[in-house]
């Protein structure tokens, strides 16, 4: 029944490993987003896809990879994981591109890197 | 007061009282601002919205008001409950970008 959802909920991991988060959402939107909240609770927006194609990329490192095999999945894939890697990554989904409309948040991927 | 520990700004009231969480907004040209809720361990979550040819927006017991002059926003929480206990953020945005730009967030703590 979620709408969003996202795996795994915590990631623990070694400094120059790779990595994976999945998010999926099931409410037919053809816009998803992966977001970055550091320890102090500062929201930034990383990537958008529409309909499977970057939209948005917002001087992530390259080591990100986002990839969208269908409009109801972005996967985020992180290379060479680095300490400053550590926070929680929200993936959301909007049912149209762009800010005015109402994005859904899944809850979250608390990444560890140690 | 402050929360050292995450560095934001806190609020705290008890049940019943009104809320009002502020932000200032830095882009003149932003057109259009959002507020999210994040409760503990969750996503964000969409409570209103305003554009900038408006001043006042309500909502279930919410109101956001926008102040163009000063660049500021608020949120308004009437008889305010437990539940409403979450961390508030506001956004802004320009011209149709699909980026939006967060402020810091208020931490909100309703004291039964």
């Known amino acids: 029944d979620t709408a969003v959802s996202q795996t795994p909920k915590y990631l623990v991991t070694q400094m120059g490993n790779d990595k994976s988060i999945k998010c999926e959402q099931n409410?037919?939107?053809?816009?998803m987003y992966w977001y970055k909240q550091d320890s102090k609770k500062f929201l930034k927006i990383m990537f958008s896809?529409?309909?499977?194609?970057?939209?948005i990329n917002e001087t992530v490192p390259n080591r990100f990879s986002p990839k969208s095999p269908d409009k109801a999945h972005l996967n985020l894939h992180i290379n060479s994981l680095e300490l400053g890697d550590s926070a929680v990554y929200f993936c959301?989904?909007?049912?149209?591109?762009?800010?005015?409309?109402?994005?859904?948040f899944g809850p979250g991927t608390r990444l560890t890197v140690l | 007061g402050e929360s050292v520990g995450l560095h934001l700004p806190t609020l705290s009231v008890q049940e019943g009282d009104n809320s009002i969480i502020n932000c200032a907004y830095s882009?003149?040209?932003?057109?259009?601002f959002i507020w999210y809720k994040q409760e503990s361990g969750k996503g964000p979550q969409f409570i209103i919205d305003?554009?900038?040819?408006?001043d006042k927006r309500q909502g279930q017991r919410v109101t956001v008001l926008l102040n163009k002059t000063v660049k500021h926003l608020s949120l308004q929480i009437a008889a305010t409950q437990p539940g409403d206990s979450a961390v508030y953020f506001c956004?802004?945005?320009?011209?149709?970008?699909?980026?939006?730009?967060f402020g810091r967030g208020t931490s909100l703590i309703v004291h039964p």
């Open positions: 959301a989904s909007s049912l149209l591109a762009g800010i005015t409309d109402t994005q859904y």
């Open positions: 409410l037919g939107h053809d816009t």
């Open positions: 896809y529409n309909n499977k194609e970057l939209i």
């Open positions: 882009n003149s040209a932003s057109d259009y």
């Open positions: 305003i554009r900038s040819n408006m």
């Open positions: 956004a802004e945005t320009e011209g149709g970008s699909y980026i939006p730009t």
